[in-house]
C-alpha cells in the first residue's frame, strides 16, 4: 500500500509548475480572507461582520439577492456600500504577489478565473484582460429596471450607518434613466444580472 507524503507532493507541485509556460490560478471566498475579507460562509460569520442583520434577522440570501434593491434600496445598498468601501481599502495579501511574481517568469503569464467579486487580482496588479470574475465586479453597476445593458465603473463614495446597515449618502442612479443603480455582481435568485462584460 503506497503511503501519502505531502513533502513529496508538494515537490511534485512545485516541479509541475516550474516547468509550466503559463499558469491558471482559480480562486473563490477563501483567497481574500488573508487579507482581512470576511467570507460570509454559514449565519454566524455573515452576522458577526453585519450586526443590524444579524438583530433583524436578515440572512445571506435575502440581502445579497435583487428583491433586497426592490423592498429597501438603502438596506440593501447600505450591505453593498460597505463591502464596496471594505474591497476599495484591503490591501491584497502576500499570497497574490507570490501568484504574480511566479507567472510573471512564465512565457503566457496567468489567467485568473475567480467567483470574487471584490477586485483584489486587480489591485494586486494582475493584467485585468486576463481575469475572468463569474460572478460580476462590486465595482461596476448597472442599472436595476434595467433601461440599457450598459455596465459602468463605480465613482461614488458610499456614506453608511454600520449600526443600521443602512446607506445615508445618495443612491446610485442609471446615467440614462436616472431610475436606481445596482451593483454588477450575480446575486441569488437574480434574472436581471448583466453579463456584459462576462461575454
Not at 22 to 34: H, K, R, S
Not at 110 to 133: H, L, M, P
Request: hydrophobic share 35%; charged share 25%; glycine share 8%.
Amino acid at each position: 500500500m503506497q503511503t501519502f507524503n505531502l513533502k513529496d507532493s508538494y515537490r511534485h507541485a512545485a516541479r509541475l509548475i516550474n516547468e509550466a509556460d503559463g499558469i491558471l490560478i482559480t480562486a473563490g471566498a477563501g483567497m481574500g480572507v488573508d487579507s482581512g475579507l470576511p467570507d460570509f460562509r454559514g449565519n454566524e460569520g455573515f452576522w458577526k461582520a453585519y450586526p443590524a442583520l444579524a438583530q433583524a434577522k436578515i440572512f445571506f440570501q435575502q440581502i445579497a439577492c435583487p428583491q433586497a434593491f426592490e423592498d429597501d434600496p438603502e438596506l440593501a445598498w447600505g450591505f453593498y456600500g460597505h463591502r464596496l468601501a471594505l474591497y476599495r481599502n484591503t490591501v491584497p495579501h502576500q499570497g497574490f504577489e507570490i501568484l504574480r511574481k511566479i507567472a510573471d517568469r512564465m512565457q503566457h503569464g496567468a489567467f485568473v478565473f475567480t467567483s470574487n467579486v471584490d477586485g483584489q487580482f486587480q489591485k494586486a496588479g494582475f493584467a485585468e484582460d486576463r481575469i475572468y470574475e463569474c460572478h460580476g465586479s462590486i465595482h461596476n453597476l448597472q442599472c436595476f429596471a434595467p433601461c440599457q445593458p450598459n455596465v459602468w465603473k463605480t465613482k461614488f463614495e458610499p456614506s453608511i450607518d454600520e449600526k443600521r446597515c443602512r446607506m445615508t449618502s445618495p443612491l446610485p442612479a442609471c446615467p440614462d434613466c436616472n431610475r436606481l443603480a445596482r451593483p454588477n455582481i450575480l446575486m441569488f435568485k437574480d434574472w436581471g444580472w448583466n453579463n456584459k462584460r462576462n461575454r
